[in-house]
Structure formats: C-alpha cells, structure tokens
C-alpha cells in the first residue's frame, strides 16, 4: 500500500486487523512525520513499513546527492517513528535505476516493485480496483495499491474476501520471500 500515511490510514488498519491481515506500506517520508502514531500502529500490529522516498519526487534525472538525500530523509522519519530503519523501498512511479540499486544496496533495502496494477490513482472507482485485481492476481504477485485513495480504501474488503476465496494467502513482502531479500536487488513478484 503506497502514499500513506493518508487519514484514511487507520481505517485501513481497522479493517486489516478485523480481517487478520497484514501488509506492506510504503510510506512517504514528508507524511510520516506527521503521523508517527499511525506508523508505530502499523508495526506494533504486525505491518511491514518500508520507504516511498521523502515526497515522491521522480528518481529519473535526479543527481546522486538528492536521490541519497531522498532515501536518506525518508529512513530517518520511519526511524523516528518506529525505532526500525526499513529494509524495503519502492521507487516513487517505479522509477529504477542503477543509481537507485546502488543507493538502495548501500542502506541495506531491496528495491519492491509490482506486478499486479490496478491502476487505482487513474480509475477512482472501488468496482473497477477490486475486479482487475482479482483478474490479475497470480500465485507470488505483489498487488500495487493505494492508502492514500478513498476508492481504494473502500476496495479494500472486497479485494481481501475476493483473493480468499480463490485460494490465496495474503502475506508482507519480506514473507512472501521467506525472508530471503537482498540489498539493492529488484523484486516484481516472487
Ligand atoms: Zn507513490
């Protein structure tokens, strides 16, 4: 779940915790700063939180210093907040580089992709969110989704029960690997 953390992010957690569920947020630093109590939440009840950079800016054309600076504000608020540096990041627009492996690899994170994509910042819409990711959704997919979005918080309990009962497990991403990441490798699905 990316962009957070948004208002409606302890919502979320509300219906993560009723559900059982737990995920992976990546959150923007600039936002984290002003809701630590929602990061401290999210690990206290089992999430993962992983960087989405200090705020989002586009990692293409930007110089070594401001992506380090980029990565470097982004780890100090999930630090801040949670007393754990994170070891995942996933690239603002999923924009990587090898600038980016290379600056991810030297803090110790694994750069997460996707490969499920609802695009639910285009279409605002829960239906439209819930059908295609329950369309796309494979064994080993890492669904990209947003907290940030109310249609898509308001997918979210049909996306949880629909992956269910085809039979999937929903899991974070460090299990979805059992663990086994690397710094500065690139991950889309396992
Ligand atoms: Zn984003």
């Known amino acids: 779940m990316d962009d957070g953390p948004a208002p409606g992010t302890a919502k979320v957690l509300d219906l993560l915790r009723r559900k059982h ?11 984290a700063v002003r809701s630590p109590a929602l990061l401290r939440r999210m690990v206290r009840e089992g999430h993962v939180v992983g960087s989405h950079s200090w705020n989002h800016p586009e990692f293409l054309g ?13 780890d100090r608020a999930i ?20 600038e980016v492996r290379t600056a991810c690899g030297a803090l110790g994170e694994a750069v997460v992709l996707w490969d499920v994509d609802p695009r639910d910042w285009k279409d605002r819409e829960a239906d439209t969110v819930v059908k295609r990711v329950l369309k796309h959704a494979r064994r080993g997919s890492i669904i990209l989704t947003h907290d940030s979005l109310k249609s898509t918080r308001s997918a979210y309990p049909r996306i949880i029960d629909g992956l269910r009962k085809r039979g999937f497990t929903l899991v974070t991403v460090p299990q979805l690997f059992a663990r086994r990441m690397h710094a500065g490798r690139v991950y889309l699905h396992a």
């Open 62 to 74: 930007l110089s070594a210093r401001r992506l380090r600076r980029q990565l470097f504000r982004a």
């Open 79 to 98: 630090r801040r907040a949670t007393g754990q540096r994170p070891r995942l990041m996933r690239p603002p627009f999923g924009e990587v580089t090898p």
């Open 21 to 31: 569920v737990r995920a992976t947020f990546f959150v923007v630093g600039e936002r």
